[in-house]
C-alpha cells in the first residue's frame, strides 16, 4: 500500500491554532520520521502530535478538517517513509495507550501503544497462552491490529476479541472481531481510523512452558531474521502459493544493492539500510527486486511495507524507479 497526498495548504495552520489550547498532548513541527522508523530513512512530518489519551485524540481529530492529510505511527517497523517526508500531521501514539490489564477469562486488554513483545510476556506471566508470537514481532499493538500481524503459524485474527478505534471525525467506535474484517496482513477498517485499545483471549497455560515457547521465537528470529539491522521486516507479502523469499532468490536478488540498501543476504525478503540508504534508495531497491521477480517467473509481488509521503521535487516513486 502506498499514501501519498497533495502538498497543497490544506488549512492545517489554521486548524492547528484552533485546536491548541483544546489539547493536552504535545505537537512537535518538523519532526524526523526517520527518528522513529526502523529504517531510520526519509523526511520529515510537517507536524507529529502525540495525544495525551483517546479522549485528548478524539478532540484533536474532531478539529482537524479532512484536508489535513493525517496518518498514525506506530514502532514504525513496517514503514518506508519517502525522502520529501509527510505534508501533514503524524500521531504517535504515547503513554496514554500504554496500559496492559489481564481480564477474567484468560483475556487481556492491552493500549495500542504497547510493544507486541510486551503483550507476549504479560500474557505468559498470567499463564494466558496463545500470544507467545507476539515475541517475535517489533512492533505495536496497533499496528498489529492494521497489518493482522503474525508469525509462526498464528496471526491477529486468532486472537483479537474486541478493539476501539477513533475515527476521522473524532468519534469513538468499539469494534467486534467480526468488524474487524482481517485479511492476510490486511484488516478492513477504513485506513484512517486509529486504534487505542485491543482486547485478547488466549487459553489456560503454563508459565514456564510459555515462556520457553518465547524464548524459541526469539532464537528462530536471531538465526534466521536481520532483526539488529535497519529495515521493515518482509517486504512483499506471500503471493498465494508461493514464497516471496524464494522468487526473490531465484531472480538473482539475494544481496542485490542499490545505493545504501541491499537486499538482505540473511533473508531475502527483508530489504537493509546498511549505508545511510536515503527513502528513494530503499524504494528503488524494492521496485527494482519487483520488476526482476516479473521478468523471472511471471509473478507480480505486492508490498506488505506501507510507503507513507511523498518524493522530494521532481522525484518518481513506486514502478517508475525499477532499475530494468
Ligand atoms: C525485524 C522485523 C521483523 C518482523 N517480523 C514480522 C512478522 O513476523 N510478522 C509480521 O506480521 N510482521 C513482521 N514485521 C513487520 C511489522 O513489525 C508489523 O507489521 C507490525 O505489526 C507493525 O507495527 P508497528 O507498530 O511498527 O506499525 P508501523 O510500522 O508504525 O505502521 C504500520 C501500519 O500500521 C498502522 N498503525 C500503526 N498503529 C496504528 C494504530 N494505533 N491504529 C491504526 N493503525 C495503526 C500504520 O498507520 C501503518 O499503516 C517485522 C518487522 C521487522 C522490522
Same mark, same amino acid.
Given at each position: 500500500?502506498?499514501?501519498?497526498?497533495?502538498?497543497?495548504?490544506?488549512?492545517?495552520? #489554521?486548524? +492547528? %491554532?484552533?485546536?491548541?489550547?483544546?489539547?493536552? $498532548?504535545?505537537?512537535?513541527?518538523? #519532526?524526523? +520520521? %526517520?527518528?522513529?522508523?526502523?529504517?531510520?530513512? $526519509?523526511?520529515?512530518?510537517?507536524?507529529?502530535?502525540?495525544?495525551?489519551?483517546?479522549?485528548?485524540?478524539?478532540?484533536?481529530?474532531a478539529a482537524m478538517p479532512v484536508s489535513v492529510p493525517v496518518f498514525v505511527v506506530g514502532l514504525g517497523s513496517n514503514l518506508l517513509v519517502r525522502d520529501g517526508g509527510y505534508p501533514g500531521v503524524i500521531i504517535r501514539l504515547a503513554k496514554g495507550f500504554s496500559e496492559i490489564a489481564v481480564e477474567p477469562g484468560h483475556r487481556l486488554r492491552a493500549g495500542t501503544a504497547v510493544p507486541d513483545v510486551k503483550v507476549a510476556r504479560a500474557a505468559a506471566d498470567a499463564g494466558i497462552a496463545g500470544l507467545s508470537f507476539y515475541r517475535g514481532i517489533p512492533g505495536s499493538i496497533g499496528g498489529a491490529l492494521r497489518m493482522n500481524a503474525g508469525a509462526h503459524g498464528r496471526e491477529t485474527t486468532n486472537v483479537l476479541v474486541e478493539a476501539r478505534a477513533v475515527d476521522r471525525s473524532g468519534k469513538v467506535h468499539v469494534l467486534s472481531h467480526a468488524d474487524l474484517g482481517f485479511t492476510y496482513r490486511h484488516c478492513a477498517i477504513p485506513a484512517d481510523w486509529i486504534f487505542t485499545q485491543a482486547t485478547f483471549a488466549g487459553t489456560p497455560g503454563d508459565k514456564a512452558a510459555i515462556l520457553k515457547e518465547m524464548d524459541e521465537v526469539a532464537e528462530y528470529r536471531e538465526k534466521n531474521q536481520p532483526i539488529r539491522e535497519r529495515t521493515g521486516g518482509s517486504t512483499f507479502k506471500n503471493p498465494e502459493g508461493h514464497s516471496a523469499w524464494k522468487l526473490i532468490d531465484a531472480a538473482g536478488c539475494r544481496g542485490l544493492r542499490v545505493g545504501g540498501a541491499k537486499v538482505s543476504e540473511m533473508h531475502c525478503n527483508f530489504l537493509i539500510n546498511d549505508q545511510g540508504a536515503s527513502g528513494e534508495d530503499i524504494e528503488r531497491l524494492g521496485e527494482t527486486v519487483r520488476a526482476r521477480v516479473l521478468a523471472h517467473c511471471g509473478v507480480t509481488l505486492q508490498w506488505e511495507i506501507i510507503r507513507l509521503g511523498e518524493p522530494l521535487a521532481g522525484r518518481p516513486v513506486g514502478e517508475g524507479l525499477a532499475i530494468k
Amino acid at each position: 500500500m502506498t499514501v501519498m497526498v497533495a502538498a497543497h495548504d490544506s488549512g492545517l495552520e #489554521a486548524a +492547528l %491554532a484552533a485546536v491548541m489550547p483544546n489539547v493536552r $498532548g504535545r505537537v512537535l513541527r518538523d #519532526a524526523l +520520521l %526517520a527518528d522513529i522508523t526502523w529504517f531510520r530513512a $526519509g523526511g520529515p512530518a510537517k507536524v507529529l502530535f502525540t495525544p495525551a489519551d483517546e479522549a485528548d485524540l478524539a478532540v484533536f481529530l474532531a478539529a482537524m478538517p479532512v484536508s489535513v492529510p493525517v496518518f498514525v505511527v506506530g514502532l514504525g517497523s513496517n514503514l518506508l517513509v519517502r525522502d520529501g517526508g509527510y505534508p501533514g500531521v503524524i500521531i504517535r501514539l504515547a503513554k496514554g495507550f500504554s496500559e496492559i490489564a489481564v481480564e477474567p477469562g484468560h483475556r487481556l486488554r492491552a493500549g495500542t501503544a504497547v510493544p507486541d513483545v510486551k503483550v507476549a510476556r504479560a500474557a505468559a506471566d498470567a499463564g494466558i497462552a496463545g500470544l507467545s508470537f507476539y515475541r517475535g514481532i517489533p512492533g505495536s499493538i496497533g499496528g498489529a491490529l492494521r497489518m493482522n500481524a503474525g508469525a509462526h503459524g498464528r496471526e491477529t485474527t486468532n486472537v483479537l476479541v474486541e478493539a476501539r478505534a477513533v475515527d476521522r471525525s473524532g468519534k469513538v467506535h468499539v469494534l467486534s472481531h467480526a468488524d474487524l474484517g482481517f485479511t492476510y496482513r490486511h484488516c478492513a477498517i477504513p485506513a484512517d481510523w486509529i486504534f487505542t485499545q485491543a482486547t485478547f483471549a488466549g487459553t489456560p497455560g503454563d508459565k514456564a512452558a510459555i515462556l520457553k515457547e518465547m524464548d524459541e521465537v526469539a532464537e528462530y528470529r536471531e538465526k534466521n531474521q536481520p532483526i539488529r539491522e535497519r529495515t521493515g521486516g518482509s517486504t512483499f507479502k506471500n503471493p498465494e502459493g508461493h514464497s516471496a523469499w524464494k522468487l526473490i532468490d531465484a531472480a538473482g536478488c539475494r544481496g542485490l544493492r542499490v545505493g545504501g540498501a541491499k537486499v538482505s543476504e540473511m533473508h531475502c525478503n527483508f530489504l537493509i539500510n546498511d549505508q545511510g540508504a536515503s527513502g528513494e534508495d530503499i524504494e528503488r531497491l524494492g521496485e527494482t527486486v519487483r520488476a526482476r521477480v516479473l521478468a523471472h517467473c511471471g509473478v507480480t509481488l505486492q508490498w506488505e511495507i506501507i510507503r507513507l509521503g511523498e518524493p522530494l521535487a521532481g522525484r518518481p516513486v513506486g514502478e517508475g524507479l525499477a532499475i530494468k
